[in-house]
Each structure stands twice: as structure tokens, then as C-alpha cells.
């Protein structure tokens, strides 16, 4: 894991100086070393630099940049395969200095070009400048696990792994897009490929772009799809035996991410996704698995006991981290700084907070995201797949009225419900579901905070509505079920822009490499290939996983709720955060961005202050928008 970061200047103004600040602006993702490269072309001028956390290789033969022939490698992330495509190359007549899987991707793309891509399990971010074909090819990983920002205007394209290089070239414009605050308010993040900034994008997931220095043009490539495996015919084949295939594939992706010449460990929350990695890892190993848990005893977030009664079965090396209400909330002031582009996922606070205590002991850790996205585990999907038929034939003349009382029935009048886990949120999203119950709204309204007709209001000026993947009507209406229409969604939209950037930024913030088991792309492409009853039945969500997992743990010990990281912030905001809210979420802060329409903000604002806690997430997403604009702006 590194940081990556760079240019091509077709005016030839850039200087060292600048791609060394670039450089120097995400050393928390490369303590290790420092590398950088400046060259100069007929065409343009291209400059390349790294930070490197040292994880295979640990020599000089890792270091980056990397040359070989007339190849420039600059490389972020992890290929887990490396060693058997090396063999391959071997007996291609290639030979290595090293043992780094950062000279195999050099390789790889001399003796295949781009389709060296689809030989790579892993994830990854890198360029390759080709100096003989006068082009810099830029790749991203097919789940999109490492980010990948560049800039393209007036003759200057620049990469980085983090927005944050970009402020330090003296051409970088910094104009905000006015489109990307309006669907950053929508859904907590700005999605890809879109960015805050005018000029600025995400390579999509699955997908390169070559810049032709000659030609001053960038073109884009997909390599890779979801919708490709969602779109193929459900496999025939029985309960039992897919059972015994999807552990194989599990096996096989969670022992690549073991391969490291550094200590690594595992999150264990205690949810069927760690314990199934957890589960997998330790169960042929005789030394024991470094595992850790994180428990906030003072926001309710304590899967601590649950977690140790588990690694205490399976016999790991056990690190159980209590944190504070204090830790949590000191944490905030820096989100601006680590998330760089606009980001309202408050679990990236405890995430940070496992991250930085994981770190003291290991320099790679495991987490488990993306079980949800694969074998149906969220609640939503329970939701459509009980409820959503029904609702549809409920009239509109009785839906519609019934979303109209609720609006004057704040969440927090409702006993039991507004002690539930997340109420105040699902009561304010219920409401839009009433009001249209389609598969598409269902989706829409679950991932967004404000409607399209609230952000009319809330945004002083006119504004574009992006077009999103939240939208996509790829999947095949003869493969299309309620179930794998929002799985294939969530896998190309919230797992990409708010569970992957958060994992990213939490863990790099403090130099440690965060791998995701799960985002080995052979498991969606058969896991979407399976029957939806094989991962969600009779109410039971991620069915297959749960089955293969109990092999090893007890159902006794797994048996509980749901938990999540979910951070109380209605109470934050009402109580502790209040001051910083009335801080940030000021009127001479709203009326002088000239963004964000006051009149709107202030009878929110008004609305939350006055009981109505289902609209907390509303106004932390504004909060975390503001400190970010007063960090960055």
C-alpha cells in the first residue's frame, strides 16, 4: 500500500519543487520512502511520485517509481497473485531483480499490454508511462478498493491518490462544482466518477484511461463490470454443493490476502463477515491470527464481549480496544483533513479509531466490508424483499395521506421505536417509500438524505442532477429480481464511495494497509450467479455464508442483532456537537459560500433542534460538508 501522485504538463511549466510537495502532501500513506521522477518530452513533461508503505519486498527492489526498458511504473496497492504470474513471465523468457509484485505489473504490461489487467486479483491504482508509445496508461482495480483522482484542464493532467496533492500545484483551479454538493448532500459522499471539484474525476471502478501525450487526449476503457456476472443465468446446481464452492472461493481470496513480508491482522467485530474471514484463516494455522476489536462502550457500540467469546473459540491472538466518548468526538476535527473531498459517513470515526490502535501491533489488517453487498446481509434488502410487493399494492390514496401524517409526527414522539438501532433515520425514509414504492424509489430513497425536490430548495442556484449508477437499468429485465437489482447498486455505488473511501482514508491515515477479503472478484462473479434463495431466505439474510460460518462457530454464539458502527449523532448534535453545529452551520458561513440556500438550512436546523431527530443525518451531512469547505476552501 503507498501513495501515488503525479502530472503531465503539456505546457512544460511544472517544477520539481511542485511534484515533491505533491508527494510530500500523503506521506501518511508511505512512511517507508520517497520517490520521485521528472522527465521531459518532445510533447509534455511528466513527473511521477511515491510514498511506500514496504509490504513485499522490503528491499530497494520495491522502490518506486520503477523502471524497466522504456517503462515507468507509479503503484498503489496490493497483487496478490503476483508470484504465479511471475512464473508465467519466467517461462515467457522475462527474468526479475526482485520479488516485488510491482515489477510483475511492469512486466505483465510489456508482454500484454492492458489485458495484463485481467490476469491481476488484487487491488490496485497505478500508472505506467511508456516512453517509446508517447502515452501514460492509468488503471483502477476492478471493485474499485484503491482510490484514483485525477485533474484535466489547460494543458495539465494530474493523479493522485488523495485530493489533497492537487492543492499544491500552482495550476490547480479549485472551483467547486456546484452539481457534486448538491449529490454529495444526497448521499454522504460524492459518487464516482464525479469530484467536488470542477475538472476533477474518478476512474470508475473496472476501468483504465491512456493520456496520448501527442495527441493531448485521454480515452477510457472498462475492463471490467458487475452487471457482466449479474447478467449471466443462475447456475443449476443444489444448496449443498454451492455451499462447499463459495467456502472453497472464500479460502482461496482470504489466504491471497495473507501474503505479506510484514505482521498482518484481522477485524474482528464479531458479525458473520469477520468471523467468517477469521474463521477460514485460523482453522489450518497453528500460529494464532492477531485479531482486534474495538468497543465504545459510551455510544452503545460494544461488540467487544460478543468478539472475545468468538476469538477465545477459534483461538486467536485477541487485542480488545475500548475507546471513549472523548476519543470518538476528537476525532472529528481531523475528517476534514483525512477525507479531503466532502465525506458524512460518521462510522469512519470508529474505523479510524480501530485503525490507529490496530497499527501499533501490525502493518496490514484484514477487514470484512462488502458481505452485505455480495450475500445479501443489509436490512434493506429484507425490507424490499418482505415488504416491497405489498406496499405496491397498497393505494396511493391511503400511502400518500398516511406520508403526510408523518410529517407532522416528529420520530422521537414514537416510544420503543426511537430507542431502536438507526430509527430516527429509516422513520425519515420511510416516508419516501410510502409516497412511491417502486424498486427504483425503494433504492433511491433508502441511499439518499434529500430528495430532488428538497435539494431544489436547499441549492441558492440552479443545478445539474448527475447522473449516478444508483440509476443504472444495466441488469437484464430476465435476470432483474427486487434482490439482485439493489445488491449489483449497492456493489457499484455505496461499497465503492463510502465503504471503500472510508476504509481508505481511516487506515492510510495512520500508515496501515487495509485489505478487503471479500472484494476478490471471483467470489461476486460467482456469488451473483447463485439462486437468491441460497443467500436470502425466509427472512434470513446472507444464508449461505451464515451456514458455511457455522461450521466453525456456534449458532449459539453468533445469535444476536445486528450492530454496525453506527455513532449516535442525534445526540451529538444536540448535545456535545451543538456549538460546533451553530459554528459551522452558520448563517454568514451559508450566505457567503453563496452555495446553499439559508432560509432552507435555518428551519432545518430549527426543525432537528425542535425534536424532529429523524432529519440528525441531514444536518451532520451539512456539517461535514462545512468543515470541509472551511478545511479546504
Known amino acids: ?213 501527442a495527441q493531448k487526449s485521454i480515452s477510457e476503457e472498462k475492463y471490467w463490470d458487475v452487471y457482466d456476472a449479474y447478467n449471466e443465468p443462475k447456475l443449476d446446481i443444489s444448496y449443498s454443493d454451492a455451499k462447499i464452492e463459495t467456502e472453497a472461493l472464500l479460502q ?37 491470527l492477531k485479531t482486534f476489536t474495538i468497543g465504545v462502550p459510551d455510544l452503545g457500540l460494544n461488540e467487544a464481549p460478543y468478539a472475545k467469546e468468538i476469538a477465545e473459540h477459534l483461538g486467536t491472538n485477541h487485542t480488545e480496544i475500548t475507546c471513549t466518548l472523548k476519543d470518538a468526538l476528537e476525532l472529528i476535527e481531523d475528517l476534514p483533513f483525512n477525507y479531503d473531498e466532502p465525506f458524512a459517513d460518521s462510522s469512519a470515526i470508529p474505523t479510524t479509531l480501530v485503525s490507529k490502535i490496530a497499527r501499533q501491533d501490525v502493518t496490514v489488517a484484514l477487514s470484512a466490508d462488502a458481505g452485505d453487498e455480495i450475500f445479501a446481509g443489509y436490512n434493506r434488502y429484507d425490507y424490499m424483499t418482505r415488504y416491497g410487493a405489498k406496499l405496491n399494492k397498497i393505494p396511493g390514496f391511503v400511502r400518500k395521506p398516511t406520508a403526510a401524517a408523518m410529517n407532522g409526527i416528529p420520530s422521537e414522539w414514537l416510544p420503543i421505536l426511537k430507542n431502536k438501532y438507526n430509527f430516527h433515520n429509516r422513520y425519515e425514509k420511510l416516508k419516501n417509500v410510502l409516497r412511491d414504492p417502486s424498486d427504483q424509489n425503494i433504492m433511491l430513497s433508502l441511499s439518499q438524505q434529500f430528495t430532488d425536490d428538497q435539494m431544489e430548495k436547499m441549492m441558492m442556484e440552479k443545478f445539474e442532477k448527475l447522473e449516478t449508477a444508483y440509476t443504472s ?62 443467500k436470502y431466505k425466509g427472512g434470513v439474510k446472507k444464508r449461505i455464508l451464515r451456514d458455511i460460518v457455522h461450521q466453525y462457530v456456534p449458532e449459539k454464539l453468533m445469535d444476536r442483532p445486528k450492530m454496525g458502527f453506527a455513532i449516535p449523532i442525534a445526540e451529538w448534535l444536540s448535545s456535545e456537537l451543538r456549538p460546533m453545529v451553530d459554528d459551522y452551520i452558520s448563517e454568514k458561513n451559508i450566505v457567503e459560500q453563496g452555495l446553499l440556500n439559508w432560509s432552507e438550512v435555518d428551519k432545518l436546523k430549527r426543525k432537528f433542534y425542535g425534536g424532529k431527530k429523524e432529519y440528525d443525518t441531514k444536518i451532520w451531512y451539512l456539517l461535514m460538508f462545512q468543515m470541509w469547505y472551511a478545511k479546504w476552501m
Open 1 to 213: 500500500m503507498c501513495g501515488i501522485t503525479g502530472f503531465i504538463d503539456f505546457k512544460k511549466t511544472s517544477t520539481e519543487a511542485e511534484l515533491r510537495k505533491m508527494t510530500s502532501s500523503i506521506a501518511h500513506r508511505g512512511p517507508d520512502g520517497e520517490g520521485i521522477v521528472l522527465f521531459s518530452d518532445d510533447h509534455a513533461q511528466v513527473g511521477f511520485g511515491h510514498r511506500r508503505l514496504a509490504i513485499l519486498d522490503l528491499s530497494e527492489h520495491g522502490k518506486q517509481p520503477m523502471q524497466f526498458e522504456n517503462l515507468w511504473l507509479c503503484f498503489n496497492g496490493e497483487i496478490y497473485n503476483f508470484r504465479e504470474i511471475k512464473k508465467e513471465l519466467i517461462e515467457l523468457g522475462h527474468s526479475f531483480k526482485g520479488d516485488s509484485d510491482s515489477e510483475m505489473i511492469l512486466h505483465s504490461y510489456l508482454e500484454w499490454g492492458e489485458k495484463c489487467l485481467d490476469k491481476f486479483i488484487g487491488m490496485f491504482a497505478f500508472v505506467i508511462y511508456d516512453k517509446k508509445k508517447g502515452q501514460v496508461f492509468c488503471a483502477r482495480d476492478r471493485a474499485g478498493v484503491k482510490p484514483f483522482f485525477y485533474y484535466w484542464h489547460d494543458g495539465l493532467f494530474m493523479f493522485s491518490s488523495e485530493l489533497k496533492s492537487f492543492h499544491e500545484h500552482n495550476r490547480f483551479q479549485k472551483e467547486i462544482d456546484r452539481n457534486s454538493v448538491a449529490v454529495f448532500l444526497q448521499y454522504g459522499n460524492v459518487p464516482t466518477p464525479y469530484c467536488i471539484f470542477k475538472h476533477c474525476q474518478k476512474i470508475k471502478p473496472g476501468h483504465s484511461i491512456t493520456v496520448s501525450l
Open 252 to 288: 482461496s481470496a482470504f489466504e491471497y490476502r495473507m501474503v505479506s513480508d510484514v505482521p498482518v491482522g484481522v477485524f474482528l467485530s464479531g458479525g458473520y463477515d469477520s468471523v467468517s474471514v477469521t474463521a477460514l484463516l485460523q482453522k489450518d494455522r497453528t500460529e494464532k
Open 473 to 534: 437499468s444495466q441488469l437484464k429485465p430476465e435476470n432483474r429480481t427486487a434482490l439482485s437489482y439493489m445488491m449489483a447498486i449497492d456493489y457499484q455505488t455505496y461499497l465503492v464511495d463510502d465503504i471503500m473511501q472510508k476504509v481508505d482514508r481511516a487506515a492510510m491515515s495512520v500508515s496501515l494497509e487495509g485489505r478487503e477479503p471479500f472484494l476478490d472478484h471471483r467470489i461476486i462473479e460467482y456469488a451473483a450467479q447463485l439462486p437468491d434463495e441460497f
